[in-house]
């Protein structure tokens, strides 16, 4: 058995199933490239310190090359009792160079070179889930431009309450994912310290430069507490956080458009090719995309919630249970980013059954509040026009008709302020042309709407 990087101490070589056990290799190795590149950068800062030669930088620098080229070729051999990514790659660069590698790991620790690389990977992962979200958007809202003037039912508790434009509520869900983007861009903004020379959690008597490690890895500032720096996640609770909001409304997304796609909605027809059919049902036709949109956000909650009671316990510095933090963060991502871009393409895949939305909109009295407004503009307080609308709503039921049906008798009957121009407030068609208030279905504001996120997302 090889010797261990921290093995002078030992007199026995640890149990196989210890080794199997404790490895992160299987795992921690997606981290290999922002490993090296914190290698690199500590390194070249502890030659220019003085703490080693330019020679063995450079010696180190070309070990550290040819080692990723080996990675990325797929030639290079991880090795579970090397435990580690860090601990492969320091060995690796042993095993290829020599001595000068000895000297890498002056002034650090697995303990801040983990959550260095950990910080690099998150922020790389957050600009990739960024590009997500934008893409869905563009799909959300091109969905919106060829879908123009088509008014579907809009609904509270689901059941039938206003008519508003099918853009209207598309955009909802752009609106929300802008938020998405935000939150994840606060995050790496808050995320974006270096760990690195905080060492195991004391920091160094040598004198290493960490503002120059830093820089060199684009981070905003070296994190003034090592203490602080190795025993923290918060950068990861935060990151799971805003991923699970993420997911929650991709969750309703799917779950909207699998009651639409049912044959008792209808409005939406997903295209074949995103759809799946039963192995016993022949005439079945599934949205299964967007119910795994839906069944998948539990991971990624239930990755967060993993993080939280991972942490929950731990007095600081740092402790191995740390180890754990890695492999929900990988899943969470992935998931994420697979769920927007499924959604995308279901965009990208959809139509919406005109004839069948046109069918129910009549249904439900979707213009019964635009009457009360009507009755607001002839001077009647709201409390009291409520009440005179549901009494013709009442009537409609009794009668099995529309309120645009009632004659103006019957009408005059309920309440003497209605008037012959009470027609033009009536029906779904002309109830939805009045909304003008600011973000309102009005279709003046949806085509303000749909313009703003156009020039936004460079769309035309
Ligand atoms: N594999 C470890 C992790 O992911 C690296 C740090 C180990 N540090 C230690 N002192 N054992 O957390």
Redesign the pocket.
């Known amino acids: 058995k090889e010797a261990k990087l921290w093995g002078g101490r030992f007199e026995e070589s640890v149990t196989d199933s210890v080794e199997k056990f404790t490895e ?1 290799i299987s795992f ?1 190795k997606a981290l290999f490239k922002h490993d090296i590149m914190g290698s690199r950068a500590h390194a070249t800062m502890l030659a220019h310190q003085g703490l080693m030669s330019d020679d063995d930088r450079d010696s180190i620098l070309q070990g550290l090359d040819e080692i990723q080229r080996c990675i990325e070729a797929g030639e290079f051999v991880w090795r579970a009792d090397r435990e ?1 990514v ?1 601990m492969n790659i320091e060995a690796a660069l042993t095993d290829l160079i020599g001595e000068p590698a000895r000297k890498l790991h002056t002034a650090r620790s ?2 801040d070179q ?1 959550c260095t690389d950990f910080r690099l990977w998150c922020r790389d992962a957050i600009d990739h889930i960024l590009e997500a979200i934008k893409h869905l958007q563009v799909a959300l809202v091109s969905l919106a431009m060829k879908n123009e003037g088509l008014i579907v039912p809009g609904y509270t508790h689901l059941q039938r309450a206003q008519p508003v434009f099918l853009q209207h509520l598309l955009l909802a869900y752009v609106e929300q994912l802008e938020r998405d983007a935000g939150r994840l861009t606060d995050c790496r903004a808050r995320l974006n310290f270096c760990p690195l020379g905080a060492c195991a959690l004391a920091g160094t008597g040598l004198p290493i430069d960490r503002f120059m490690t830093s820089d060199a890895l684009g981070f905003t500032a070296p994190l003034r507490n090592s203490i602080d720096a190795v025993s923290d996640r918060d950068f990861v609770l935060e990151f799971l956080s805003s991923n699970s909001i993420t997911a929650i409304h991709l969750s309703r997304l799917g779950e909207e458009w699998v009651l639409w796609a049912s044959e008792e909605f209808g409005f939406l027809i997903p295209s074949d090719s995103v759809s799946t059919g039963s192995s016993i049902m022949p005439q079945k036709k599934n949205p299964d995309p967007m119910e795994l949109v839906r069944g998948k956000s539990a991971r990624v909650v239930g990755n967060l919630v993993t993080l939280l009671v991972l942490c929950k316990g731990l007095p600081h510095a ?1 402790n ?1 249970d ?2 754990e933090d ?1 492999e929900p963060v990988f899943d969470s991502v992935k998931t994420i980013v697979g769920m927007l871009e499924v959604c995308a393409e279901f965009a990208q895949n959809v139509s919406f059954n005109r004839d069948k939305i046109q069918k129910a909109l009549p249904a439900g009295h979707l213009d019964a509040t635009t009457l009360a407004d009507y009755l607001v503009k002839k001077g009647v307080p709201f409390r009291t026009s409520h009440d005179i609308v549901g009494r013709s709503v009442a009537l409609c039921l009794l009668k099995n008709c529309q309120l645009q049906n009632l004659s103006l008798d019957e009408l005059r009957s309920i309440s003497p302020h209605f008037g012959e121009d009470v027609y033009e407030y009536l029906s779904v068609e002309n109830a939805v042309t009045k909304f003008c208030s600011y973000g309102s279905t009005g279709s003046e504001c949806v085509t303000a709407q749909l313009d703003y996120w156009a020039a936004l997302l460079h769309i035309d």
């Open positions: 992160s921690d580690d860090h697995r303990n983990v740092y191995r740390l180890q890695k």
